[in-house]
DNA sequence: TATTATTGCTTCATATTGAAGCAATAAGTA
DNA sequence: TACTTATTGCTTCAATATGAAGCAATAATA
């Protein structure tokens, strides 16, 4: 409701100097609100990976306020749990159902956020202390449908080869989140929520060899693969291509969901 | 400097009507100044491991309020960051330096609390909505020296087979520290935090038996401890048990740093 | 129909793991 | 003092997993 409204105001047009004006009422007003629906001094930001064309992008948010490139976050409702919170924030910006969401780490330090907001007062909420929870969420590209919020002008996929400096803590946040996905990869199956349901194995193994940043030898990850028994080869093949064509696969959900639970590597 | 008052105080007696009112007065005067300085809402939990004698205790605090045992904890200064928070936190109640501290998770479900305190104002401290940062520690067992403070009456080591039932969601973020632990196993070395400087092989084949709850084969332990190339073996043997007595290690430690930033297992 | 790069899957050498066992040893015991 | 015993240090052998390479099948294209 409250997003509704402000939603609306932010596609005004008027004078420059009237949007300036417009603007920091806004901030005011949505302040206000702030302190009485959300928990203070607590914010979420996600790393929402998503697979593309080969690579893999995530998810990053324009700010009005300071013209640079972010994390999408949020804060938490004083009547929510955080993963509802995050839940909640991305379905927002990616309209997103069934999002496989991770949290990963709290970024506490107390230089954080750099001093935004400075023509406001100091109660404002903007410009209070932040202790961010880190999330990363692993979406279907193919699915998501972008929103920009009051506080962006613009909502884009990066590459994460070719990723625009990120404001505050956001690079190092994007660096956990994707050294975290990477640990998992030793024990965790991956692809369910970022490939399309049919899939074939070189396409599989492109996105390890993207998450991990190295090659990875073709016959032996078909091998490893199969042998963690969570595929399912279909009757049908990938067409269209030149060369021969790659058998599809598909998850068998109840045993990938099984291996999410116990691990796939023993180790001890 | 606050502490001490209020550790002083928590020692006077009087009638047992006169305690509960003085418990009273102390709650409320530590409530507005907990507002003061601490980050509201928001709090932490140890899961504080030690070994001695062939098990592994974590630290527990049994609160004055309800008489039930707890994870030692505490919150956030306005100050501080929340690994310098576990820390103050640890010092204080264990006046342990140099402790591992590692962050596994946020424990924010709404009912985590059990409507302690029911008898006082809404708006004091200790009945707001805490979300729970979970750390676990490492701690050397024989360099712990336990400290009672206002809020509880007793702090105790306690077997992790043998544990008493815990308040809150204590009982959760202990098993969730234990399984995060178990995990990091796998591509962590262990035991420089836990054992003492020296010891022997059959020693730290306990501790992994005793964190992962099973079993290991003594052969095998031994071959794959040397591979990770963090032990130093020493010119001495552990004298006085019966049979072969045998030798002394301490780890490298150097290489142990090393291995705790680069991992152990490759996995892909 | 031949060419070509890609794919499915196997093979062989090498490394790692699981299970077992043997010799050395240090107390306790005869 | 010699024998007994359980523990320890470390090796061996079989089973399994991994790394590297390669061969046959295939599908578009020339």
Redesign the interface.
């Known amino acids: 409701m409250v997003l509704k409204k402000l939603k609306s105001t932010s596609f005004l047009y008027f004078s420059d100097e009237f949007l300036i004006m417009e603007f920091k009422k806004i901030i005011e007003e949505k302040s206000k609100e702030s302190w009485e629906i959300y928990?203070?001094?607590?914010s979420i930001d996600c790393v929402v990976f998503g697979y593309h064309n080969a690579s893999l992008k995530i998810l990053t948010v324009k700010m009005k306020e300071n013209n640079l490139w972010a994390l999408p976050g949020g804060y938490?409702l004083?009547?929510?749990?955080?993963?509802e919170a995050a839940n909640r924030i991305l379905q927002q910006r990616t309209g997103a159902e069934n999002i496989y969401l991770q949290?990963f780490?709290?970024f506490?330090?107390?230089n954080r956020s750099e001093g935004f907001f400075s023509e406001f007062d100091d109660t404002i909420w903007n410009k209070q202390?932040f202790?961010s929870?880190g999330f990363y969420a692993l979406v279907d590209y193919s699915k998501v449908n972008l929103v920009v919020d009051s506080f962006s002008d613009a909502c884009e996929w990066k590459d994460i080869e070719d990723l625009p400096q990120l404001m505050m803590d956001h690079g190092i946040i994007f660096e956990k989140g994707l050294s975290t996905l990477r640990?998992q990869?030793?024990?965790k199956p991956i692809g369910l929520n970022l490939l399309p349901e049919k899939f074939t194995m070189p396409e599989l193994q492109k996105l390890?060899e993207i998450i991990?940043g190295k090659k990875?030898n073709r016959g032996n990850f078909f091998r490893k693969m199969l042998r963690y028994d969570i595929l399912v080869k279909l009757d049908e093949s990938r067409k269209g291509g030149a060369h021969k064509s790659p058998d599809l696969y598909m998850y068998d959900t109840e045993k990938y969901q099984a291996a999410l639970r116990n691990?796939l590597?023993e180790?001890?």
């Open positions: 928990i203070p001094n607590l938490v004083k009547t929510e749990n955080i993963k949290q780490r709290v506490s330090d107390l202390r202790l929870i640990k990869l030793n024990y390890y991990l990875l691990g590597n180790g001890w």
